[in-house]
């Protein structure tokens, strides 16, 4: 009976986890949204779009090889290393606000990573076919697994997800220090005043919290499927 009773809250606690994970994940997609929602009806002073500021910084560092292309979709802004480009959505391209010079600059301190040959980015981006490989075999491996029983089943999954927070655990002074780098060249190149610079520091730490967030929502998820591991022995 007592046993019964120690599964019943053990399988609770495991479902209190992935609750918990869920709910961080969602707030923290809620305070991006909100910030991004917030400062895009900000206009900068200087009146320049996402396209003039990410010019302005790429050049001040002297990648003027790198070119600026616009994306479709919302927030889909990144800096793609291999072909020395970065992507800007269009609201960021076209936008002088807050959150589009704002978004801008910080996928430009990613190409200012790259040139600078920033470590953790070197790292993230080696392990990046690491990772894909690891999803790839691992998830192939969990279908069979589903006939070798729970517990082969569970440790898969503990393989796959100690293998995200890998990754995820890379990224997060990557994405800090690119936002750091945004911040120094827009405040250095004279194109926020000192408002803008704590409104446009607002923005980037609620992005940098989501990756935050999915850090912590990975170790929820490992610890729930260690926990599942255990009983099911």
Do not use: C
Not at 25 to 39: C, H, M, P, T
Request: proline share 1%; charged share 20%.
């Amino acid at each position: 009976m007592f046993d019964f009773m120690l599964l019943g809250l053990e399988t609770g606690f495991t479902i209190f986890l992935a609750i918990i994970g869920f709910i961080i994940v969602l707030w923290a997609q809620a305070k991006v949204s909100g910030s991004y929602r917030k400062y895009s009806k900000v206009q900068s002073q200087k009146g320049l779009s996402g396209f003039e500021v990410a010019r302005k910084i790429l050049d001040k560092n002297g990648l003027t090889d790198v070119h600026i292309v616009e994306t479709q979709g919302h927030l889909t802004d990144h800096y793609d290393p291999r072909r020395k480009v970065v992507r800007l959505s269009t609201d960021v391209f076209h936008g002088d606000s807050i959150a589009s010079i704002s978004v801008a600059a910080h996928e430009v301190g990613h190409a200012i990573q790259d040139k600078d040959g920033y470590v953790y980015m070197k790292i993230r981006a080696a392990l990046v076919p690491i990772v894909n490989f690891v999803n790839v075999l691992g998830y192939f491996a969990l279908a069979i697994s589903i006939f070798a029983g729970i517990t082969t089943y569970l440790k898969l999954g503990i393989i796959l997800v100690l293998a995200t927070l890998v990754f995820q655990l890379f990224t997060l002074p990557v994405e800090f220090n690119a936002s750091n780098r945004a911040k120094q060249e827009l405040e250095t190149l004279g194109l926020v005043d000192n408002n803008e610079l704590k409104m446009a520091n607002s923005m980037l730490m609620a992005a940098a919290m989501t990756y935050v967030a999915g850090v912590i929502s990975t170790l929820i998820s490992l610890l729930r499927l260690v926990l599942m591991a255990r009983d099911s022995e």
